[in-house]
T-cell receptor
Framework: SQQGEEDPQALSIQEGENATMNCSYK?????LQWYRQNSGRGLVHLIL?????REKHSGRLRVTLDTSKKSSSLLITASRAADTASYFC?????????FGTGTRLTVIP | SQTIHQWPATLVQPVGSPLSLECTVE??????LYWYRQAAGRGLQLLFY??????ISSEVPQNLSASRPQDRQFILSSKKLLLSDSGFYLC?????????????FGPGTRLTVL
């Protein structure tokens, strides 16, 4: 399966701490994307990293990609209560994206 | 700017009843359109995608069907709902020429089949 797998499944941290989520996948990719989903809502695109990139930043987000290990990580620095959500990685197929099962992040105020 | 709409937001239907969920996109032309289902606490399962009017690709054999009668309209249907059809249904679009790039999601429809 081309689907990504996030780890951990759930993560609970204090406000101000950093949160790290990992994603592993099985096939070669064009790019890898991270999405966020607030409870009961649609997904929101956070960041895209291409297969020839190793690291990318966007605000408090830092994404790394290791194509040799077929893995990616999402780091959220200085977390806030509003960061509480589920985070999904997605790998690009020929016509669609394959989503993982997500990491449920809870940031405690 | 582009926007995507889904309705209804929530739906409770009895087993065996028909289903029609609608998704429309504004502010873009020739989008790729997608239907996903998300079971409680799970990831997204791609159900259908469409690269143009009348062009539907099915990813998973099931009790559901999809249609694209207009460029920016995508409909998910069923003739007879099953209990297992319950879930959160998400519609998404992406620019046709950039199918590897990000997808933009609608707010979703929560379907409960009783």
């Amino acid at each position: 399966s081309q689907q990504g797998e996030e780890d951990p499944q759930a993560l609970s941290i204090q406000e101000g701490e950093n949160a790290t989520m990992n994603c592993s996948y099985k096939t070669s990719i064009n790019n890898l994307q991270w999405y966020r989903q607030n409870s009961g809502r649609g997904l929101v695109h956070l960041i895209l990293i291409r297969s020839n990139e190793r690291e990318k930043h966007s605000g408090r987000l830092r994404v790394t990609l290791d194509t040799s290990k077929k893995s990616s990580s999402l780091l959220i620095t200085a977390s806030r209560a509003a960061d509480t959500a589920s985070y999904f990685c997605a790998t690009a197929g020929a016509n669609n994206l394959f989503f993982g099962t997500g990491t449920r992040l809870t940031v405690i105020p | 700017s582009q926007t995507i709409h889904q309705w209804p937001a929530t739906l409770v239907q009895p087993v065996g009843s028909p289903l029609s969920l609608e998704c429309t996109v504004e502010g873009t032309s020739n989008p790729n359109l997608y239907w996903y289902r998300q079971a409680a606490g799970r990831g997204l399962q791609l159900l259908f995608y469409s690269v143009g009017i009348g062009q539907i690709s099915s990813e998973v054999p099931q009790n559901l069907s999809a249609s694209r009668p207009q460029d920016r309209q995508f409909i998910l249907s069923s003739k007879k709902l099953l209990l297992s059809d319950s879930g959160f249904y998400l519609c998404a679009w992406s620019p046709l020429a950039r199918s590897y790039n990000e997808q933009f999601f609608g707010p979703g429809t929560r379907l409960t089949v009783l």
